[in-house]
């Protein structure tokens, strides 16, 4: 493990090149997905190894519903699958488990899921790690604006710190560096508000490739960046 003196607080990832990765193998592009998933304890752990306190993962997005029936239906089964098997294993490391999205048009069994793992992981404190599923950018800032009117809060007051409390990731710090892996040079409505001082790192690698040497390139290229959150200074700043 090389050794890297700034890191980033919070990482995001936008898992890429599933489907991809199936077809460069000749495989249905669920089998993608199945590997993909597989991978993510990997590089969680990776993560955590070196120090990395937050971590949120795009997996589903409201977008996404949008694509082949049959292909949604298996990525949801899918998913409760995997929120099922992986709980134990990431509780056992101390990582507590968080959703960012729309619980409203998941199946109850999905909705069931979720609750049971941050119900099980809400005490944890060694890593937060999120889920996005059902989850879109803007969407989450409407529905942050629903909120504040619903409230009655006078537009007076709504401040930054304010709003942010009204998003759906209210108890995380803003993210530090997002991964896209797949090569593709979009954020694809991830994290619309908190990413807007994010460092990017994109990757040819595909989700089910990116490992734990991809990991260490993508930290090595944020140590390196130099963050001015929009002034001039010229010393680099930690995430954390």
Same mark, same amino acid.
Request: aromatic share 10%; net charge positive; with cysteine.
């Given at each position: 493990?090389? #050794? ?22 000749h495989l249905p592009r669920l089998k993608g997905h199945e590997e993909g998933v597989e991978n993510i304890v990997?590089?969680? %752990? ?24 049959? %292909? ?23 990582? #507590? ?6 619980? %409203? ?13 941050? %119900? ?10 999120? /889920? ?8 989450? &800032? ?15 007051? &709504? ?50 490739? /990116? ?30």
């Open positions: 493990m090389a #050794k890297i003196t700034v890191l980033p607080k919070h990482v995001a990832i936008i898992m890429d090149g599933n489907g991809r990765w199936a077809k460069q193998r990997s590089v969680v %752990e990776c993560l955590g190894e070196y120090g990395v306190r937050y971590v949120t993962l795009y997996g589903f997005s409201t977008e996404n519903w949008n694509r082949p029936r049959s %292909e949604v239906r298996g990525l949801l089964k899918l998913l409760r699958e995997t929120i099922d098997k992986k709980v134990s294993q990431f509780h056992k490391r101390g990582v #507590k488990l968080y959703h960012l999205g729309r619980l %409203e048009g998941l199946s109850q069994d999905i909705k069931s899921a979720i609750n049971r793992a941050l %119900e099980l992981t809400k005490n944890n404190d060694k890593m937060t790690l999120s /889920f996005a599923l059902n989850y879109g950018g803007r969407v989450e &800032i409407l529905d942050a604006i629903r909120r504040l009117i619903a409230e009655g809060v006078p537009p007076q007051k &709504i401040d930054e710190g304010l709003f942010r409390r009204y998003l759906y990731t209210t108890d995380l710090p803003d993210v530090d560096l997002v991964i896209r892996t797949g090569g593709e040079l979009r954020t694809s409505n991830f994290l619309v508000w908190q990413a807007a001082y994010s460092e990017y790192y994109f990757t040819p690698v595909l989700w089910p490739d /990116f490992d734990e040497k991809e990991v260490e390139k993508a930290l090595l290229s944020y140590s390196q960046r130099q963050r001015r959150f929009g002034g001039l200074g010229s010393e680099r700043q930690n995430g954390g």
